[in-house]
């Protein structure tokens, strides 16, 4: 069983930065591919990033947010980070760290993981 906590979420001016955490629980983190996804008012929830459970640490983005947002994991802290700059109005969401035990399946699907946090709301203003 893995916890989720994600924190770091708030209001931001259009073109501003924030750095999402999400902290896990558990002594096997490193073994978890893990993955950010995010959900706005009256949409589905969308594949944000996700990064790979080796120590390759292979990173794979969303069209929407490459270039602007990255993905980086400190296995010695059980944390996984998603830095977001040059925020736009839509990337407001309610922002979900993710955190996928299977192998060989795609880290942009919501299916390919087990255990989700809570959340954390992200408001970018114009």
């Known amino acids: 069983q893995v916890q989720l906590v994600e924190s770091g979420g708030g209001l931001v001016q259009a073109g501003g930065s924030l750095r999402l955490s999400c902290a896990a629980s558990?002594?096997?983190?490193?073994?978890?591919?893990m993955g950010w996804f995010r959900q706005a008012p009256g949409k589905e929830r969308e594949f944000v990033a996700t990064?790979?459970?080796?120590?390759?640490?292979?990173?794979y983005y969303a069209e929407s947010v490459k270039g602007r947002f990255t993905i980086s994991r400190d296995n010695a802290k059980n944390t996984v980070y998603l830095q977001m700059n040059s925020l736009k109005p839509e990337d407001t969401a309610v922002y979900y760290c993710?955190?996928?035990?299977?192998?060989?399946?795609?880290?942009?699907?919501?299916?390919?993981?087990?255990?989700w946090g809570q959340g954390t709301q992200v408001t970018v203003s114009s």
């Open positions: 558990g002594r096997t983190f490193s073994s978890y591919a």
């Open positions: 990064i790979a459970w080796t120590g390759a640490s292979i990173t």
């Open positions: 993710a955190a996928s035990s299977q192998r060989g399946v795609r880290g942009d699907r919501i299916g390919s993981y087990d255990y």
